[in-house]
């Protein structure tokens, strides 16, 4: 892979573009490929965001956000895009795997592939250029230093400004992760001067949610979540009779892993959740515990140090009762 600087001289001749994320976007996947996709297009090349899935409801006011192709739901009509594209910008991930189904159709594609990402071991050989960096916050913060390095900085307009900070924002638990770095508060400085209005983003992100929702999480605490004292560990476990009592949407239990957090002592919090397919696992971390590790070791996932994802094929039961009798064995690490 060949570094990101090398890829800048591209950006004056006129070219077609694919930016994609992992599956299922969240705040950083989707605002960074759509701060990119307002900046390339005000450079005048032809681009589109295509989604590996689709996102959850509290992304839809984004900027741009109604451009986007969900690939499962238009694979003709992306696959052809795929096809014809000059370069594919991968942002928010590190592996092609994750995203889904689209991977076969990229791989597959003679376009050159452009990683943008800060996750954990990055498969750089199958990138023709790119940057991976596990210090940067944010894909979104990557984005701002791709615009300002390639020597755009006049160009981040209130879009650009808008899609980069609810990457930032979300990808930091709202500027409190260690990973929230002087760097990271320039760039908002940088941003509230373009006319930022963050309030607003904060609403649209974290004040949408159903009442439904809400009461699912009620019960969830009350009757889902199990507490592990001796070894600060705390786990909940969704049965897929709660997504359909409660009437879940995509999104809908996103951050909820991070409230077990909030217990005091705790430090490490995972939570399972019954999806069609798979049991898909979220680990979070305080402090030297690896979750990117725990995750890669035991359940099929990877991530970052303090944040992670997992899956199981087994039942949400016997994989919650693997997970309570994996953890006895780093008690020593977890209390230590
Ligand atoms: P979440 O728990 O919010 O789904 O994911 C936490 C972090 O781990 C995110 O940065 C996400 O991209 C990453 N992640 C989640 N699931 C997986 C997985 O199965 N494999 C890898 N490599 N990363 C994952
Ligand atoms: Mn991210």
Redesign the pocket.
Known sequence: MQPIEQFFPNLNKPFKAVITC?Q?P?G??MGSTLSLYHFLKSLGHDVVVISPTNWAQFLDWMPGVEEVIDFEANREKSTELVNNADYIFCL????L??TKHLEPVIAASKALKILID????PDTPNFHYGISDVKMSSTCEMIYDFIVQSGHSNMINIDIATCLYTGLMT?TGSFRFPSTTASVHKIVAHLKELGLQHAKIHENIYDQGSEARLKFMGNAFLNRMQVFPELNTAIMSIPKTDIYRFDLKTGDT??L?NYLLSIRGIRLAA?VIDREEER?????SKGNFD??IF??TH??????AN?????SSKSVEETAEDFKNIIIDYKTQLTQ
């Open positions: 992992h299922k969240d950083d996947a928010d991930f590190n592996i795997h994750r800060h996750h954990q071991q990808d996103e951050g892993v939570i898909k696992w979220s680990f979070r979750v990117n995750a890669r359940f099929e996932g990877g991530g970052h944040a992670a994802g997992g899956r």
